[in-house]
């Protein structure tokens, strides 16, 4: 009766532990959104939910594509400029077209391609050089990084930043970047696409878009991206390379080109963040995911996904996106010295790191038991 009570015992609490190394992140999230809340005020609004979404768009899209990268064993430091150089591309060509006479609408549509078209030159290099040259990850993308830097102030003229856009391209531009399916007014309810002009201030500063165009954009990629890498041949093949690249090559899975593939979309989602970035600050800047790369890599780490390959999953990548902006909002809100968030994303990254070797090591266990 005993044995059996102690062998009872023993399952709850490798259960209770493996929920735990799974889920922590998500209740790690909650914890720090119900801190914030007591102690910082102006937290808990759903105009600052709304801010904390949009900016982690960035994040989030380029920790989505790093997600597939780092689950292949690799990881891509080119990124942070790939989104500089896509958006330096999307307001430079958007306002030539428009100064030179074309329609607003389709020097958008243009510009938008053109962008999303050469962020995937830097990704494909990338693919050829790990898959094909046998280049280690680490080293190719951070050539690749220097490569993209320098092209990307090279179309700038070494500016940091592309603005004077065309007044009508500039409010196209903010409507969309800017702009909210749906609007919360205080004391009037929701509205549908426009926020109302000339609102009191009192009344003005509790506006809160409840479907920014950016989340909404981002939720899509999010859910492609996750039904290809959980659901679809693609994904399998990416966590069989991760998790033992020679197998992989004996069941016939064409690797090389695989991987080719797996830089190809990281650098697609990060010239999707780019293109958004232009879009909700009008203009184009080399630098503008400068410090969310590494942002982007703890993204994926708190997240779940494993740096050793064959683990990992793009709605852990999104958690992993929002803790970390929620952080920053919290500490920015409570007048925490901004220096402290890396400081505090760094331990978090440590912390994360360490919960996923003990969850291996339980699950070790849990095997030769």
Known sequence: MGTSSNMKTSFNRDQTLDFIARSWAYIFLLLMVIFFSVTGRGFLTLANFSNVLVTSTMVALMAIGQTYVVITSGIDLSIGWTVGLASVICARAMRDLV??????????????????????????????????????????????????????????????IIGNLPPALQGTLRGIGNGSLLWWIPQQGVTLFSRPADLPPEISRGVAGLLPYPVIITAIVVVIFAFVLSRMQFGRHTYAIGGNQDAAIRSGIN?????????????????????????????????????????????????????????????????????????????????????????????????????????????????NA
Not at 110 to 121: C, D, E, K, R
Not at 128 to 153: E, H, N, Q, S, Y
Not at 277 to 297: D, I, M, Y
Not at 299 to 325: C, D, K, P, Q
């Open 99 to 160: 100064i030179g006479g074309t329609d607003v609408g389709l020097a958008m549509f243009i510009g938008v391609v053109m962008a999303l078209a050469v962020s995937l030159i830097p990704g494909f290099i990338n693919g050829i050089l790990v898959a094909r040259i046998k280049v280690p990850p680490f080293i190719a993308t951070l050539g690749m990084f220097g490569i993209v830097r320098g092209a990307a102030f090279l179309l700038t003229d070494g500016q940091q």
């Open 255 to 367: 690797v090389r080109n695989h991987l080719v593939w797996i830089y190809v979309l990281a650098a697609f989602t990060a010239g999707i963040a780019g293109v958004l970035h232009t879009f909700r600050f009008t203009a184009g800047a080399p630098n503008a995911a400068e410090a969310a790369l590494l942002q982007s890599v703890a993204a994926v780490v708190i997240g779940g996904t494993s740096l050793f390959g064959g683990e990992g999953t793009v709605r852990g990548a999104v958690i992993g996106a929002l803790i970390i902006n929620v952080l920053s909002n919290g500490l920015v809100i409570l007048n925490v010295n901004p220096l402290w968030q890396f400081v505090v994303v760094g331990v978090v990254i440590i912390v994360a790191v360490l919960v996923n070797q003990a969850q291996a090591a339980l699950e070790r266990l849990k095997a």
